[in-house]
């Protein structure tokens, strides 16, 4: 961690210079981000009206809740699509430079982090247009969602290792995660009848990483509070884990990487 630090400058530049040039390339930027979340409120609330699918008792107006689950799902999935790239997307810069594996996935965290914070903040007046009131707990929110984004690293490091040696449980991975979005409260509420999937839900960690920031930004009731702190428990041991596999795999990844 020690070598880490002493990198800090260069991790800074080099998230600046990514997230200066993600924005430079059109003209939308920031506003294009806003737009997957609302198509996605198009659709649900869509099938909602026709009576094709019935969500449960959501507490707020559905469009506001699916718009903003939906931007957390999105913090959760970019976060991990892009440090599962981190190696590949950083394939010459770890083939030229001896520098600590560890800096790419710091840099990653900061460019998703900044990335992922200006649709959340844009998406705080959207809400509040579509009805929901901002509860006291929006301070503490921000500081709920840390969790949210660090399982996105986790995983994301072990695919990266995984993109560079087995590029098609890779892909299937990416895939899978896709489909993970179905498996926990976006779309529907907590407490929504799934039949065989209840049980799915129930254990997927993403139903409390995303389901207790929404409820404590949008003062509803925290019943989810008690497992959020156990998933977190198990967070911090998956996350170390993690860090561990992917720093010492790194190495054999670049051999890999110069041989291709």
């Not at 806003?34 to 107006?61: E, N, R, Y």
């Not at 440090?83 to 001896?98: D, G, I, Y």
């Not at 254990?203 to 207790?212: A, K, R």
Request: positive net charge.
């Amino acid at each position: 961690m020690k070598g880490i630090l002493s990198y800090r400058y260069f991790i800074q530049q080099l998230a600046k210079v990514n997230i200066l040039t993600r924005y430079k390339k059109t003209r939308l930027g920031v506003l294009w981000m806003l737009l997957s979340p609302l198509l996605t409120v198009v659709i649900w609330v869509t099938l909602h009206k026709a009576g094709l699918f019935q969500p449960g008792d959501t507490g707020i107006s559905y469009p506001a809740y699916v718009f903003f689950s939906t931007t957390l799902w999105a913090l959760f999935y970019e976060t991990y699509r892009s440090v599962s790239e981190s190696v590949t997307f950083n394939s010459k810069l770890l083939l030229s430079h001896r520098i600590p594996y560890g800096t790419i996935v710091i840099e990653r965290m900061i460019f998703q982090f900044v990335h992922s914070m200006i649709p959340l903040l844009l998406s705080l007046p959207v809400i509040y247009l579509f009805g929901a009131e901002l509860g006291a707990g929006l301070f503490f929110f921000f500081f709920s969602i840390i969790p949210l984004l660090l399982f996105g690293v986790a995983i994301g490091m072990v695919v990266a290792v995984l993109k560079v040696v087995a590029v098609d449980f890779s892909n299937a991975m990416d895939e899978f995660m896709r489909v993970v979005k179905f498996l926990c409260p976006v779309v529907y509420a907590s407490q929504a009848d799934l039949g065989f999937l209840n049980p799915i839900v129930k254990w997927n960690p993403l139903t409390y990483l995303i389901g207790f920031p929404r409820d404590l930004l949008l003062n509803q009731h925290l019943g989810l509070g008690q497992n959020y702190l156990w998933v977190c428990l198990g967070l911090c041991m998956f996350l170390l884990l993690s860090y561990r596999f992917f720093t010492k795999s790194a190495p054999l990844l670049v051999e890999r990487l110069f041989g291709n």
